[in-house]
């Protein structure tokens, strides 16, 4: 009998130091802070929110506290449910605004990790860009909107508007070669993703113009009469149909294409009563010309008048 006690004593005795070994191993592991598995990504930033992912080795509540760049005050997303994966959505948040956050890990012991401080940026709604662009064209702050455009591009490649904007800004104020091979670039480049866009083929006339490839300037006219028959270009008045007709008419004239050229004089000088096949006619201002193409010139010069005054064409020959 005593035997048989001594026997069960020893193995409750060292099944108690098994147990207690057991829990003191665990309660050491506890005591390791939580870690994660792979760095934190964000899964999605648009222009009012982010969402982060969290990743780590064991089943832990996440709280993230962030705040904008450059500000004391300090916003805070409360802890999560325990789980080893984690997908946490910053909101509200101000559009196109860097935000400093940093990330805490507590596991259900309490053992906090915190991660080091880091940033990002949200995202700008792409009116908002678009309106800002146009709204610096507006006001002739033209580096300005190209960046804006600029911008828009980098959120939608294939904006139409955006790259007549840049197009239009560099127009107005850009005179070199260079300037006007990029204007030819962003206007066809929205004509490619808009076709018959009525602001990209204004913007692709004046620009064939200014490099002297009249007759294709010429010939997109006829694309934008057809396409938008009372065109005019909302974010500058000096600039709609009949400043662009006037400028196919002088491209016209120096391809010595003298019908359209009265055709469109037709259009913008109903009453001007030149007739080719009329000598009789060929008077400009009471004073009679010898031919009918210097009687078509002298209309023309004084139509050029109008065109010419403004930005855009400036810099450039007429008649």
């Given at each position: 009998?005593?035997?048989?006690?001594g026997?069960?004593a020893v193995?409750?005795?060292?099944?108690?130091?098994?147990?207690?070994?057991?829990e003191?191993?665990?309660?050491?592991?506890?005591?390791?802070p939580?870690?994660?598995t792979?760095p934190?990504t964000?899964?999605?930033?648009t222009?009012t929110?982010?969402?982060?992912?969290?990743i780590?080795?064991?089943p832990c509540?996440?709280?993230?506290?962030y705040?904008?760049?450059?500000?004391?005050?300090?916003l805070?997303?409360?802890?999560?449910?325990?789980?080893?994966?984690?997908?946490?959505?910053?909101?509200p948040?101000?559009?196109?605004?860097?935000?400093?956050?940093?990330?805490?890990?507590?596991?259900?012991?309490?053992?906090?990790?915190?991660?080091p401080?880091?940033?990002?940026?949200?995202?700008?709604?792409?009116?908002?860009?678009?309106?800002?662009?146009?709204?610096?064209?507006?006001n002739?702050?033209?580096?300005?909107?190209?960046?804006?455009?600029?911008?828009?591009l980098?959120?939608?490649?294939?904006?139409s508007?955006?790259?007549?904007?840049?197009?239009?800004?560099?127009?107005?104020?850009?005179?070199t070669?260079?300037?006007?091979?990029?204007?030819?670039?962003?206007?066809?480049?929205?004509?490619?993703?808009?076709?018959?866009?009525g602001?990209?083929l204004?913007?692709?006339?004046l620009?064939?113009?200014?490099?002297?490839?009249?007759l294709?300037?010429?010939m997109?006219?006829?694309?934008?009469?057809?396409?938008?028959?009372?065109?005019?270009f909302?974010?500058d008045?000096?600039?709609d149909l009949?400043?662009?007709?006037c400028v196919?008419?002088?491209?016209?004239?120096?391809?010595t294409l003298?019908?359209?050229?009265?055709?469109?004089?037709d259009?913008?000088?109903?009453t001007n009563?030149?007739d080719?096949?009329?000598?009789?006619s060929?008077?400009?201002?009471?004073?009679t010309?010898?031919?009918?193409?210097e009687a078509?010139?002298?209309i023309?010069?004084?139509?050029?008048?109008?065109a010419?005054?403004?930005?855009?064409?400036?810099?450039t020959?007429?008649?």
């Amino acid at each position: 009998m005593n035997r048989t006690l001594g026997i069960i004593a020893v193995i409750w005795i060292l099944h108690g130091w098994h147990a207690c070994q057991r829990e003191i191993t665990r309660v050491i592991d506890d005591d390791q802070p939580p870690q994660l598995t792979q760095p934190i990504t964000f899964t999605q930033i648009t222009d009012t929110s982010a969402v982060l992912s969290v990743i780590i080795n064991e089943p832990c509540s996440v709280s993230v506290h962030y705040r904008l760049f450059g500000s004391a005050d300090s916003l805070h997303r409360p802890g999560s449910d325990r789980r080893q994966k984690h997908l946490i959505r910053l909101h509200p948040l101000r559009p196109d605004t860097v935000y400093h956050y940093r990330v805490e890990l507590f596991d259900r012991y309490q053992n906090m990790t915190q991660t080091p401080p880091d940033t990002f940026r949200t995202l700008i709604n792409p009116d908002t860009l678009l309106g800002r662009g146009w709204h610096h064209f507006e006001n002739q702050a033209y580096a300005a909107a190209r960046t804006s455009f600029a911008r828009l591009l980098t959120v939608d490649t294939g904006h139409s508007e955006a790259s007549c904007g840049i197009g239009f800004s560099l127009l107005a104020s850009e005179t070199t070669a260079r300037a006007d091979s990029l204007c030819l670039v962003f206007f066809q480049n929205a004509l490619n993703t808009t076709p018959d866009f009525g602001d990209a083929l204004a913007g692709l006339i004046l620009t064939l113009y200014r490099t002297g490839d009249l007759l294709h300037c010429a010939m997109t006219f006829e694309d934008l009469r057809e396409s938008a028959p009372d065109y005019q270009f909302c974010h500058d008045p000096l600039i709609d149909l009949r400043q662009l007709t006037c400028v196919a008419a002088i491209a016209y004239f120096n391809l010595t294409l003298f019908s359209p050229v009265q055709t469109l004089i037709d259009i913008l000088f109903p009453t001007n009563g030149l007739d080719p096949d009329t000598p009789g006619s060929w008077v400009v201002g009471g004073e009679t010309y010898s031919t009918y193409p210097e009687a078509l010139q002298q209309i023309l010069a004084g139509l050029q008048v109008a065109a010419w005054n403004n930005r855009y064409l400036s810099h450039t020959t007429g008649v």
